[in-house]
């Protein structure tokens, strides 16, 4: 039986990038938290974004949870207080200082010290993912790549919040579906199911999908497994064939044909780039 996907944290000592501009001190992708509350009075000297994927208190009030995917950005030297004392909470970070986080901020114009309701969280989780991905595997990780990725994940957040964005309302039925595609443990799904989840007949769900999240149901969930895919490939101790049975592929020469696909290397060529040579 294939192991489930888990969440991990990294800190950085030293830090990777070397840049006055941007300095990344720590990164957490759905990391899983025991019930407890953390209370950081004088901050951590650094910005922190923090997307809460389950229920959470964010402030000093503890009975009051915020809904799922509900992000929270907090200055440096501003007192960090959230949790949950009930059941184990779970999220996604980014420790980072420099002049660039604060420019990207300031043109994103997203609230400061407000937590707020992210629509499309997976974009904002990727943008992580691959930043974690371009620390880690190169000895000199690209501090423009880095910064990038970073910015890519605030705008996406931010283009749902201003006019400029669409203006297509998400309905929970469709955020479920999402939901479903990305929590693991990985397994088979079909239109079919995806519409009944929505309620909707599969014709108008794939329609109203897309109008939603810009990827067809299928495109969206292909693309989610792969990428979780290079992620588990940076650890050596996993073999590919538990790598793809991990994330929904039985069939080995079915996944190695996608993921050729989508990335232009074959699993292993893409392993070989990404661990460090010995």
Known sequence: MARP?????RFFSPEPLGS???????????????????????????????????????GRTKDKLEKL?????????????YGNLSEPFCHSWVHCEGSRIERILRRARLPILRPFHVLDP??????????????????????ILVGNLLENGVRSVARTMTERGRKVRISENLLAVRRLIVTPPMR????????????????YFCHRF?????????EYLIRHRLHHAAHLLTNKNLCI??????????DLFHFSKMFKKHFGLSPSELRKRQLPKV
Not at 48 to 57: G, N, Q, R
Not at 122 to 143: C, I, K, N, W
Not at 188 to 203: D, R
Not at 241 to 250: K, P, Q, S
């Open 188 to 203: 088979k799904m079909t239109l079919s199911e995806m519409a009944t989840v929505a309620g909707m007949s599969v014709p």
């Open 69 to 81: 995917d509900t992000l929270m950005i907090w200055p440096p030297g501003k007192g960090q207080h």
């Open 5 to 9: 996907l888990s969440g991990f944290k």
């Open 20 to 58: 006055r501009e941007l300095r990344i001190r720590g990164v957490g992708i759905r990391e899983l938290m025991p019930s407890c509350a953390v209370e950081r009075p004088g901050g951590t000297g650094d910005w922190l974004l923090m997307l809460f994927h389950t229920a959470a208190f964010i």
């Open 122 to 143: 997976s974009r904002f989780q990727q943008g992580l993912l691959d930043m974690h991905g371009e620390l880690v595997s190169y000895t000199r990780p690209d501090a």
């Open 210 to 218: 897309k109008e939603a999240f810009d990827l067809s149901p299928m």
């Open 241 to 250: 064939t538990e790598i793809a049975a991990e994330v929904g592929y039985g």
